[in-house]
């Protein structure tokens, strides 16, 4: 059977061609998305500025609830006297506690982002001094090499810092540099100054004595740790190796559900997209050999016999494609991760990981879309009788099996179910993850009842076809209902395509704009004071209060927190104001209580999420560092269902964030203010406050949804992929379809016809698949965009440009066209009589 699989291959090249692409490229994706799920499941972080550590005692970011572990988002405080106990554990030769806050030079134009420190952590690098000195008094400071370049200075010259809200003149007395690459710029204070500026201890690095094992002194200082974090209710950990990365760089931990569920999610669509188009390819591929199937059913052979072959050759085929894909996946995969790290969807620490377990994901995967499309492909062009086989040679009219019938049944059942789901249960950007599932769902069930609904679309619009169109219309039209089950093939193809790129790309749109949205509703500022080192000094607001023009201005913090009963385990947003200018600056309507007696330790709440609760009653807050407090309501607010924010003082939520300052100043502009006049005033005000800059509202805005707009990035490239992987199977199956009508455009010519009336009537067959496919995509991306549309926006109708649904309805117009007329040309180059002795 494998011989024969292999003389039959080297006579059917254009279906090798068609299904060796669809193959390789589905491997492809599989591996890439394998290699992004391995990289996110593992999650290493070389150490890079901790990598002379042996180990790092730090806060423990984990935080149980319930069934789930969320990631505090903030850095939780290590207890004062744990250096000491640490000092004091046997086999620990040096422990430095260090100081780690945002600082930025001024000038340095693009110069790395930097991180402060006291000088003793220069050591735990280790960095060297290159040239200079280290600091010594409050005044002095060292930055790494790539700093000092960039802002063009050396040994004894003057540099401005911005740092934990104040921006001050220093000596730079000495520069340095390490042997391995640390991504983030350095620059380290006395420490005094560094304690000064940043009391809190973010971590202790460790350096264990000489001959000292690392595992046992691991678990001892585990011991002490945790028996002194038990006490003082800050839990802690001792971290070694690659986890020493994540303590550099919190963001790897905040950040690796995402890829893991990104990547898991187009893994799972990717191979059900592959199964399709290899099926739909291979079922082509088998409709032009329906003649020699029938000969080999008349001559003795048997169903089981014809599957064999098929499969043989479908396997054959896919170890080549496998082969070739198992060598482009990884190139891929990199090539894609770079693309996620640049976004900011990823931690740039976070290493590319990509071992045999993706290659034997791909190879299964491979292997079952093989064997599946095989199978799925040629079920029917092999079970027929040889009299059946014969009478059906040339045109297959049957599809329809009770298999077939009932999975379509199934699909379309859970899509109508997951749309229900979305509509009633979901409120907010949650209703995202029965969205996405619904649109395949559907896309499934309309691709099995694929040649039926192609079959009464074409009868429904044979007559506004054959009246615009005329007689070339009427024969297209008389083809397309003659071949239904044939041209299914590249309309489920065009529909697959259509529906997950209208369905996906207006998902993100409509979330991004709602997010946007009830973001915006509930601020009034029309203007917002930044620092170049993420903090402001508390005494600034007042300086900003008495500029020309400012009817009200107050402190703003943002972060993130848990409250019983509100969000899931990703929290809610807690956002910090100050009570002067909150009803003034904000947009908040409460129905109970007032904004102005926000202060102290008190709370706003959504009055939706308040849980039967009142102003004067409390709720137990977990800040973002992990500590709790009970807090007073001191109002109640209309907030949008799905977006709930929670408002506390902004001097209380500072105090739980790693800076520990207000981050910016909300201003609102007095009356007959222009927004050009405001930002003058405030640009004079700020001159005696280097580091720190005026932006308008829009500028706040787009940053709040910078998270959303990420993500919605990262779904426009890998949905991108899948719709690329899917236009290209339209291509294919256009071009196997279209190709293997040469026999029928031969006899067309002979009866009369010329070259350019066949062109005209694929021309209008090429504009009736795109425009079935079309409209059953739509249709499918509709079951999606309706409900989440309703349960996001609280519209019937998704948000976005009707220039990216035109967009898709012209490519997917264009890639008809091209795949059909093409190939078509191409047939139609042979002479009429030997054309009309060419095989189907």
Known sequence: MWAMAIRTLRHRTAALSATFL????????????????????????????????DLVVTGDRDLPRGDETAVLPERPALDGSLTAAVRNVPGVARAVPERVFEAAVLGAGDAPDAQAHGWSSAAVTPYELTGGRAPEGPRDVVLDEATARAYGVRPGDKVRVAAQGSAEAYRLTGVVRTAHAVDRGAVFFTDDRARALSPAVADIAVTAAPGTDHGELKDRLGEVVADRTAKAQTPAKVVSGDDRGAVEYPEVLTRKEDLIAL??????????????????????????????????????????????????????????????????????????????????????????????????????????????????????????????????????????????????????????????????????????STAGPTVLCAAIALALLGPGLTKLCTVLISGPVKAVT??????????????????????????????????????????????????????RADAVVDSASGTLAPALTADVRATEGVAAAGAYVTSTGWIDGMGDEDGVPLQGIDARGAARTT???????????????????????????????????RFGDGAAAELRIAALFEGR?????????????????????????????????????????????????????????????????????????????????????????????????????????????????????VLRMLTIEALIVAGIGVALGTAAAATALVPFSHAAADSLLPTGPLSVYAAIVSGAVALALTATLVPGWAALRARPAEAALAEE
């Open 470 to 523: 005329g007689a070339g219309g009427e024969l297209a039209v008389l083809t397309a209902r003659a071949r239904a089950v044939r041209m299914a093939g590249v309309v489920t193809p065009v529909m697959l395509a259509v529906a997950m790129a209208t369905a996906n790309l207006y998902l993100q749109t409509t979330q991004t704009d709602a997010s946007r949205e009830a973001y915006a509703v509930n601020l």
């Open 263 to 432: 990547a898991g999610a187009f893994g799972g669509m990717a191979t059900l997209v592959a199964v399709f188009v290899v099926s739909g390819t291979v079922a082509l591929s088998v409709e032009r050999r329906r003649r020699e199937f029938a000969l080999l059913r008349t001559i003795g052979g048997t169903p089981r016999q014809l599957r064999r072959l098929l499969l043989a050759e479908t396997l054959m085929v896919a170890l080549v494609a496998g082969a070739a894909g198992w060598f482009a996946g990884p190139p891929a995969g990199e090539r894609l991760f770079e693309e996620f790290t640049g976004s900011g969807m990823v931690s740039e620490a976070v290493a590319y990981e990509q071992g045999w377990i993706p290659a034997v994901a791909a190879g299964g995967a491979l292997l079952l879309t093989s064997l599946l499309g095989g199978f799925l492909g040629g079920r029917r062009g092999v079970r027929v009788t040889a009299v059946e086989a014969m009478a059906e040679s040339a045109v297959r009219t049957r599809w329809a099996t009770p298999a077939r019938i009932v999975a379509a049944l199934l699909f379309l059942a859970g899509a109508v179910a997951l749309a229900i789901l979305t509509w009633v249960l979901f409120d907010g950007p949650i209703a995202a």
């Open 22 to 53: 669809a193959l390789f490229l589905g491997t492809v994706i599989v591996m890439t998305c394998g290699g992004l799920l391995e990289t996110g499941i593992r999650n290493n972080a070389p150490a890079q500025r901790l990598a002379g550590a």
């Open 641 to 757: 269902a799905g977006y709930d924010t929670v408002f506390v003082p902004a001097d209380l939520l500072a105090a739980h964030t790693d800076g520990a300052l207000p981050q910016q100043i909300l201003v609102r502009a007095a009356d007959g203010t222009s927004a050009a006049a405001l930002t003058a005033n405030l640009e004079k005000t700020l001159a005696d406050h280097p580091g720190t800059t005026v932006v308008d509202r829009d500028e706040l805005i787009e940053a709040n949804i910078k998270d959303t707009k990420t993500q919605a990035w990262v779904n426009y490239l890998m949905v991108g992929m899948i719709v690329a992987y899917t236009a290209i199977s339209v291509v294919n199956n256009l071009v196997l379809s279209v190709s293997g009508r040469r026999r029928e455009f031969g006899l067309q010519r002979l009866a009369g016809a010329t070259r350019r009336q």
């Open 587 to 621: 947009a908040l309507d409460p129905v109970e209580g007032d904004v102005a007696d926000l202060t102290g330790r008190t709370i706003a709440l959504p009055a939706g999420a308040a849980d039967g609760r009142g102003v004067g009653d409390t709720v137990e807050v």
